[in-house]
């Protein structure tokens, strides 16, 4: 047989499909599991990675607060700043000590989950995981919009186009992270070192300045397009006045989100996990607090008023003031915007970590769908990481890019997943009382409280603001995840009764049927039939429901001039319901309660988008329905045209080329021969060339070419009586079968007159034995069945695996 170029004869080798070519290209290199170690984060870059969300957040939480204190108090605004953020840093400094403890107890990525579900249960801690994955979508969309906002006020230009520049960021961040950890480390880490570089750079000018006295303020009266300024301070402890600085409190607890962050990914810091994180917790709330303090200063002595559009931002109006408007001053100012964008922009980045971890972690506990476990191509949760995408992406949609629109949805979550961490923390510490667990115990109560009095504000303050949208999520979500489980642990439970009773003994049946189901005569059918066989059943029947005379009857002359050996039955099926019909038949023929069934299915398969389009899925519905009858299973036989039409078309061109008197190029076409009449030549071809090699019941037949019995051999066939013999043959199958307590190695051996099983007991393995080799087996040979059986032969392995 010449060799050929095509799918099936390359070495057995499985072609890449055009996905994974796609995604190759994009990402890179697969990462195997051995390399998931090496995928773990230093302290440095721990810190710019799982950072950038807390630390950006300094950037637009103090023109939050102004932006709920303006409207009201007017310049008392620049005032009342101070004292606010004082508190904002107190909670801040009690939510920092406690996560401390966290991440040094649970070193295990989920964070303030795992507190929770430790110390509350699962079911409780649903309540967390919620909060959670509510705040890591919306942590994108509030990251990227402001970041948008930096952008536009170094060039206004840009503004109008913010919806689609924050799209594009989502996007972009997706595939730096869907191309692994470190990939995305690399890229991330160095804003937060430059934001905070150049903003503790404009603080500490902007106090030297103050100090000189050559920092002057900004007048709002005459700034247009900024918040409308209040009537003063007048009503200053009125029921309005405190609505209005619990609003702005609230505001401005979007400064404190991403702490969180590093305790959901304890796990991808290098060991010792937990005191690595902690050293990173606390660095990082050093930073936020230095910034917030010192952004927060600035603007009670610039007066830097908020834009209702969103640009130019506080921030970015204190920098101007600050750094002037020489060159220098400029390039600075200029340096604080790029600064600000790519930290905000890359903010979002700290989500990509943590959901992944948290979602994994929820769906180990069976609490979310498990193809949230699966890492993908470069050793990531793929599949989390494309769901944060898609709603972060549809968030930013509903709500036009814009901050203080998606502020409401977004400190409930934060500060609920706080008030769990530091409540379970104090349970932990009072159920174990360790050393010194009175002072923590004290800290982890306190951040819980407090976290808790911040939570129920912001649901109060900011309810008509869209703070009851996540509300409503938290009294849809919860009881959904409560019910996952449910349905989890009830498939576990079935599963586990099963396995762990005693097994009831195989049935056993008197008599065993085999249906193929007959739609044409093809190849598909044929290997279909050769299965069937194999199965060695008391009758096999072939079955053709009649929908169309015509092709029945052409069906009935293809099958009868083949002589496959086994009878072909057509039913009629007049109102053309195939499921019913061979449900039907099945279930008549078990109406013996000794009969057991197999319907056996040749599905021809296809390539998916195409073949989803061209052919339906009947062999699919057939097996559901059948499947569902006792004493009856369906087995589908596939059969792949499309790598086969490239093999004959492969051989094709090689015989073309033979013909013509050169080699044949390995891409060469066959189309000049008739294109498909051709290659329906040749599939009937190989059908002969399959019928020949079948071995119909009663009548052993020899390929043209087949190598016979060598010199010295007995012929299978003529072992009909039990004696001593010397047989030669090819391995048809290899079965591992139990006895007792112990295992045979079953081979079945063929040659052109027959069948013989050598079993070999004690063994599960010979090397070398393999279905295609061919071996030569000496002595005693009985008959059981039917057929010659020998026991323990000794064998000689003649020749590896044979061409057809």
């Known amino acids: 047989m010449p060799k050929s170029t095509g799918l099936l004869e390359r070495g057995g080798s499985q072609p890449?499909?055009?996905w994974y070519t796609a995604k190759r290209r994009l990402l890179g290199p697969p990462l195997v599991n051995e390399q998931l170690g090496e995928q773990r984060l230093s302290k440095p870059l721990a810190l710019g990675v799982l950072s950038p969300d807390g630390i950006s957040s300094s950037a637009y939480g103090t023109e939050e607060i102004l932006i709920a204190l303006v409207p009201m108090v007017g310049l008392a605004a620049f005032t009342l700043i101070l004292p606010l953020t004082l508190v904002i840093l107190f909670v801040m400094t009690l939510v920092v000590l406690s996560?401390?403890?966290?991440?040094?107890?649970?070193?295990r990525p989920g964070g303030s989950?795992?507190?929770?579900?430790?110390?509350?249960?699962?079911?409780?801690?649903?309540?967390?995981?919620?909060?959670?994955?509510?705040?890591y979508v919306v942590t994108v969309a509030v990251q990227i919009a402001a970041g948008t906002a930096a952008v536009a006020s170094a060039f206004p230009a840009v503004g109008p186009y913010k919806l689609e520049i924050c799209v594009g960021v989502v996007l972009l961040m997706c595939y730096g992270n869907l191309r692994g950890l470190k990939e995305a480390g690399r890229s991330f880490a160095i804003p937060t070192y430059l934001f905070a570089g150049s903003v503790i750079l404009m603080i500490v000018v902007g106090l030297i300045r103050e100090a000189l006295g050559q920092l002057h303020p900004y007048d709002p009266a005459t700034m247009h397009g900024t918040y409308m300024l209040g009537s003063s301070t007048s009503g200053i402890i009125s029921v309005v006045m405190i609505f209005t600085l619990l609003r702005a409190f609230a505001n401005g607890g979007a400064s404190l989100t991403g702490i969180e962050a590093v305790s959901d990914a304890v796990g991808a810091f290098r060991p010792p996990e937990g005191i690595n994180a902690r050293r990173v917790l606390v660095a990082e709330g050093i930073i936020l607090g230095t910034l917030v303090a010192g952004i927060g200063w600035l603007?009670?002595?610039?007066?830097?008023?908020?834009?209702?559009?969103?640009?130019?931002t506080v921030l970015a109006q204190e920098a101007q003031k600050v750094f002037g408007s020489a060159f220098i001053g400029q390039s600075l100012f200029y340096l604080v915007q790029v600064a600000t964008m790519l930290i905000l922009y890359t903010g979002g980045n700290t989500?990509?970590?943590?959901f992944p971890f948290l979602t994994s972690y929820v769906a180990g506990d069976s609490f979310l769908p498990r193809w949230l476990l699966k890492r993908g191509h470069r050793l990531v949760f793929s599949n989390a990481i494309i769901l944060l995408t898609i709603t972060s992406v549809a968030l930013l949609i509903i709500k036009d890019a814009d901050v203080n629109n998606l502020v409401p949805l977004y400190a409930i979550g934060v500060f609920t997943a706080f008030t769990m961490a530091g409540f379970g923390m104090a349970k932990y510490h009072h159920t174990r009382r360790e050393q010194g667990w009175r002072y923590k115990f004290a800290?982890?109560?306190?951040?819980?409280?407090?976290s808790l009095v911040v939570v129920l504000i912001f649901a109060v303050v900011k309810f008509t603001e869209g703070a009851w949208v996540v509300l409503v999520l938290f009294a849809i979500l919860v009881p959904a995840l409560i019910r996952l489980n449910t349905e989890y642990r009830a498939e576990a439970e079935v599963l586990e009764t099963v396995t762990g009773e005693q097994p009831p003994p195989p049935p056993h049946y008197s008599r065993r049927v085999v249906f193929v189901f007959v739609d044409s005569f093809d190849l598909a059918t044929l290997a279909a039939l050769r299965y069937a066989r194999s199965l060695r059943p008391t009758s096999i029947r072939a079955v053709h429901f009649v929908i169309d005379g015509l092709r029945a009857e052409r069906l009935r002359e293809k099958w009868t001039r083949a002589d496959r050996g086994v009878a072909l039955d057509f039913i009629d099926c007049p109102d053309r319901r195939l499921i019913k019909a061979a449900s039907d038949l099945v279930e008549?023929?078990?109406?013996?309660?000794?009969?057991?069934?197999?319907?056996?299915?040749?599905?021809?398969?296809?390539?998916?988008?195409?073949?989803r389009l061209l052919h339906d899925r009947t062999a699919d519905k057939i097996a559901a329905v059948v499947s569902r009858i006792p004493r009856s299973a369906a087995t589908i036989v596939p059969y792949d045209v499309p790598s086969r039409v490239e093999v004959l078309q492969s051989r094709q061109a090689a015989v073309k080329a033979a013909k013509a008197g050169k080699a044949p190029r390995p891409a060469e076409s066959v189309k000049s021969l008739d294109g498909q009449a051709a290659i329906a030549a040749e599939l009937a071809r190989q059908a002969d060339v399959v019928s020949q090699h079948a071995l119909p019941d009663g009548k052993p037949r020899r390929q043209q070419g087949q190598r016979g019995p060598s010199k010295g051999t007995t012929p299978i066939g003529s072992v009909t009586t039990p004696r001593k013999v010397t047989v030669e043959g090819k391995v048809r199958v290899i079965e591992i079968r139990p006895v007792e307590h112990n295992s045979v190695l079953a081979v079945e051996i063929h040659d052109p007159t027959g069948n013989l099983t050598a079993m070999f007991y004690g063994r599960s393995n010979i090397p070398g034995l393999i279905c295609g080799s061919r071996v030569r087996l000496q002595g005693s040979a009985g008959i059981r069945d039917g057929q010659p059986v020998m026991i323990n032969p000794a064998?000689?392995?003649?020749s590896a695996v044979e061409e057809e």
């Open 16 to 18: 890449e499909g055009l």
């Open 99 to 107: 996560y401390r403890e966290v991440v040094m107890v649970y070193i």
């Open 113 to 135: 989950y795992v507190v929770a579900r430790e110390n509350f249960g699962p079911r409780i801690a649903q309540v967390c995981a919620v909060a959670l994955l509510i705040d």
């Open 299 to 312: 603007a009670h002595i610039t007066h830097a008023t908020p834009y209702t559009a969103g640009y130019p």
């Open 351 to 354: 989500s990509f970590n943590g």
């Open 443 to 450: 800290i982890n109560f306190s951040a819980g409280a407090l």
């Open 588 to 611: 008549r023929e078990i109406q013996d309660p000794g009969t057991h069934v197999t319907v056996i299915l040749p599905r021809r398969s296809y390539s998916p988008l195409l073949g």
């Open 795 to 798: 064998y000689e392995l003649v």
